[in-house]
């Protein structure tokens, strides 16, 4: 069992910055690939970014060049600093792990094990 918390959400105002963690405990051999989701309000969740042990990673395509993914292996925690947000931004953030590939040097899930029960970031003036 891996147990995720996330921490860092908040009210933020657009244009603003946020730096998401999430500490992942429990057992740590099952911690590989660690990933930020998140959904809005009346919408689908969706992928927001993902990173592997070694450092493979992967961002949608709305938050490149403002949201950036880093980790701390010996801490087993996962971080997601948010720049430049806007109120399309709002969501709730969900942290997870679980099992991914690589393709074309991009990576991907195949399995998403474990969820934490998110963080609200709200964008708003």
């Known amino acids: 069992q891996v147990q995720l918390v996330e921490s860092g959400g908040g009210l933020v105002q657009p244009g603003g910055s946020l730096k998401l963690s999430c500490a992942a405990s429990?057992?740590?051999?099952?911690?590989?690939?660690m990933g930020w989701y998140r959904q809005a309000p009346g919408k689908e969740r969706e992928l927001v970014a993902l990173i592997s042990r070694g450092g493979y990673t992967n961002y949608a395509d709305s938050v490149k060049g403002r949201f950036t993914i880093s980790r701390d292996n010996a801490k087993n925690t996962v971080y997601l600093q948010m720049n430049s947000l806007k109120p399309e931004d709002t969501a709730v953030y969900y942290c997870n792990t679980g099992d991914a590939t690589v393709r074309g040097g991009t990576l991907y899930y195949r399995r998403i094990l474990y969820w934490g029960k998110g963080t609200l970031v709200t964008v708003s003036a």
């Open positions: 429990g057992s740590a051999f099952s911690i590989n690939t």
